[in-house]
């Protein structure tokens, strides 16, 4: 089972190129957000206990992901892409563990997703997603409040106005980013800084032979 991390500041598109990866190379896309917003919108005990702390943009305690994720992980046969998850050294050390006693586990890439704060700032004002898949719009591109994948509702999250946004990015420089230390070698850098297009052609050109 091969392994794609994506490690991206909030509002770089990795829900965008996660979604792109599983359609044409048919990978299983985990989004630990996506995972945790359903806990909320199920109103599970684990949805009570976290949902301030999403609507705030600080990051959710290990553990708690720990069970998250596990839970999915460990229903996944097929290759994974993870949007979200490593946010931390305690995570990334969790999926080193998965790795190291699963022969079958690969952590196959690391794909860092770069892109200009004040792109991700506009980026993150007019994004709107769909409450049932997570698949990304742009407010100002989509003829009715309809995912057009799987038809259901269009909404804003909680977290994506620019203050909620500032706080995230100091929290993505702050505990995320010096995973790229951590992964060295095995991290390759994109930048999303223009048209969908450009993003999907270096996918394509990092994925050759994964079809
Ligand atoms: P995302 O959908 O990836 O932008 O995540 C939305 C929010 O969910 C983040 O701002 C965090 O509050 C929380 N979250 C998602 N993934 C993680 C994670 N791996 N560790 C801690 N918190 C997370």
Redesign the pocket.
């Known amino acids: 089972m091969k392994c794609i991390i994506l490690i991206a500041a909030?509002a770089a598109g990795?829900?965008t190129i996660s979604k792109y990866i599983e359609d044409k190379y048919n990978y299983k896309h985990i989004?630990?957000?996506?995972l945790?917003r359903k806990e909320i919108k199920n109103n599970t005990e684990i949805g009570k206990e976290i949902k301030s702390?999403?609507d705030k943009?600080?990051?959710?305690g290990d553990d708690i992901?720990k069970e998250v994720f596990g839970k999915e992980f460990n229903k996944t046969k097929s290759n994974i892409i993870l949007?979200?998850?490593?946010?931390?050294l305690a995570?990334a050390k969790m999926l080193d563990e998965l790795d190291e006693e699963n022969d079958n586990v690969e952590i196959s890439k690391v794909i860092h997703i770069d892109i200009d704060k004040e792109i991700a700032v506009e980026r993150i004002e007019n994004r709107i997603i769909c409450e049932n898949c997570g698949s990304v719009f742009n407010k100002k591109l989509v003829k009715d409040l309809k995912c057009t994948k799987c038809g259901d509702n269009l909404i804003s999250r909680n977290?994506d106005n620019k203050e909620t946004f500032l706080d995230?990015y100091d929290t993505f420089l702050k505990e995320t980013k010096p995973l790229l230390d951590y992964y060295g070698d095995k991290v390759i850098t994109i930048y999303n800084n223009s048209t969908l297009e450009d993003i999907f052609k270096n996918v394509d050109e990092l994925l050759k032979g994964d079809e």
């Open positions: 909030p990795k829900g989004s630990t957000g996506d945790l702390i999403l943009g600080s990051l959710v992901i949007d979200g998850i490593p946010r931390t995570q977290d995230r």
